[in-house]
C-alpha cells in the first residue's frame, strides 16, 4: 500500500531521498521512437538544464541524477536549515522566479510600504512560500510540470506525460545514501546506452568526471565533503576520489557481462560502509528491486518509523542482508 508523502519524508532522520520519475506508458518520449525512428533525446537536455536550475531556486541540493529515455532518478538533500535561515525578502524573490507570486508579494518587492492587514496576509503567505521552497514535492512537481508541457506543446498534443506522482525513497544512512547514488550513476551502463560513466550523458558522474579533470567538483552539485566526524553532514561524506574509482571499476564489471570481484581492501568507501563485494555490486544493479521505501540499517529503521509513527518496517530482512 501507498503511503502518503508526508508519511514518507522524515527530515528529523535523514535529509536524503531517492526519487523517481517515469514516463507515462514507461514510453520512451525522452528518447528514440522505434517506431517512427523520431528522436526525442533532446528533451533529456531539457529534464537536466531544468533540474539544475531549480537546484539554484529551491533549498534543495542535487546529490545525484540520471536522465533516462523514459524515466529520471534523482538523489535530492533537503536543506531545511537554509530555508528556515533565509529573510522574507529571498524567499519572496526565489519564489518570484518560479511563480508571479501575489499582489502583496509584489508589492513588497517593490519597496512600498503594508499596512498592519496587509502584513499579516504577506507573512502567512511568505511562510508557505518557505515551507514549499525545502519540500521534495514543490520540486518535483515544478519540474516534472515544465518538462511535460513542454513535450505537449512539441508534439501538438494534451494529456499526461508522466504516468503519476513520482516515488520516493528515505535514504537513512550513509551506506543507503553511497549505494543508491552509485545505482544512479550507472543507470546508462546496465542499459547499455554507454560503456563507461564519463560516456554517460546526462547523469551526474559524468558531470563530476568532467570536473574532476580540471581538479574542481561542479557547483551545480553538492559536494563531496571527505570524510568528516559528524554523521550525515551537509556535503557527501566521502572521498570524491574514491568514490569515483569504485562506480569507474563496478562499471566495467557490469557492462561486461561477466562476474567480477571488488577487493575491499583497495576502497577505502566500501571498507567505511561495511559492505562486502557482493552485495555492493547486487546494491548497484538491483537497487530499486530489493528496496520498496526507506532504506538502512536496522537501528536507521527503527528510528525513521517511529518518527513517522509507523509499525512496519519496509525491506527490513534485505537491508539486514545487503547493508551488513
Known amino acids: 500500500m501507498a503511503f502518503a508523502r508526508k508519511r514518507q519524508v522524515s527530515l528529523v532522520d535523514t535529509k536524503y531521498y531517492h526519487c523517481i520519475s517515469r514516463c507515462v506508458r514507461r514510453a520512451f518520449l525522452c528518447g528514440e521512437d522505434r517506431f517512427t525512428g523520431q528522436s526525442y533525446e533532446n528533451r533529456r537536455g531539457w529534464v537536466e538544464d531544468k533540474l539544475l536550475e531549480l537546484a539554484k ?3 534543495i541540493d542535487v546529490f545525484a541524477y540520471a536522465v533516462m529515455s523514459n524515466h529520471t532518478h534523482l538523489v535530492l538533500y533537503v536543506d531545511d536549515k537554509k530555508a528556515n535561515r533565509l529573510n522574507d525578502k529571498a524567499i519572496v524573490i526565489r519564489w518570484h522566479k518560479l511563480c508571479k507570486g501575489t499582489l ?20 502567512q503567505t511568505v511562510k508557505q512560500y518557505r515551507e514549499r521552497l525545502a519540500s521534495i514535492s514543490w520540486f518535483m512537481r515544478v ?14 498534443c494534451t494529456g499526461r506525460f508522466w504516468e503519476g506522482r513520482f516515488k520516493s525513497q528515505a535514504l537513512l544512512d550513509e551506506a543507503a545514501l553511497a549505494a543508491c547514488m552509485a545505482y544512479v550513476d550507472l543507470n546508462p ?3 547499455k546506452m554507454a560503456n563507461t560513466p564519463k560516456e554517460s550523458d546526462h547523469t551526474s558522474v559524468q558531470n563530476r568526471l568532467t570536473c574532476a579533470a580540471e581538479g574542481k567538483q561542479p557547483k551545480q552539485l553538492l559536494r563531496f565533503a571527505g570524510m568528516p566526524r559528524q554523521i550525515m553532514p551537509k556535503g557527501l561524506p566521502f572521498e570524491l576520489k574514491s568514490y569515483l574509482e569504485l562506480v569507474e571499476l563496478t562499471g566495467r564489471i557490469i557492462r561486461e557481462d561477466k562476474r567480477g ?7 577505502p568507501l566500501l571498507e567505511r560502509l561495511n559492505i562486502s563485494s557482493d552485495n555492493w555490486l547486487k546494491l548497484t544493479t ?8 526507506a532504506v538502512g540499517r536496522p537501528t536507521s529503521q527503527a528510528s525513521y518509523c517511529e518518527n513517522l509513527k509507523r509499525k512496519r518496517r519496509a525491506n527490513i530482512s534485505n537491508c539486514e542482508k545487503l547493508l551488513a
Do not use: P, W
Open 57 to 59: 531556486i529551491f533549498c
Open 104 to 123: 502583496l508579494t509584489q508589492k513588497y518587492v517593490q519597496g512600498e510600504k503594508l499596512s498592519k492587514v496587509e502584513l499579516i496576509y504577506f507573512n
Open 143 to 156: 519540474l516534472n510540470e515544465d518538462i511535460a508541457r513542454r513535450a505537449n506543446k512539441e508534439d501538438n
Open 189 to 191: 551502463i546496465r542499459a
Open 261 to 267: 570481484h571488488i577487493d575491499n581492501m583497495n576502497f
Open 286 to 293: 538491483q537497487f530499486t528491486r530489493v528496496f520498496h521505501g
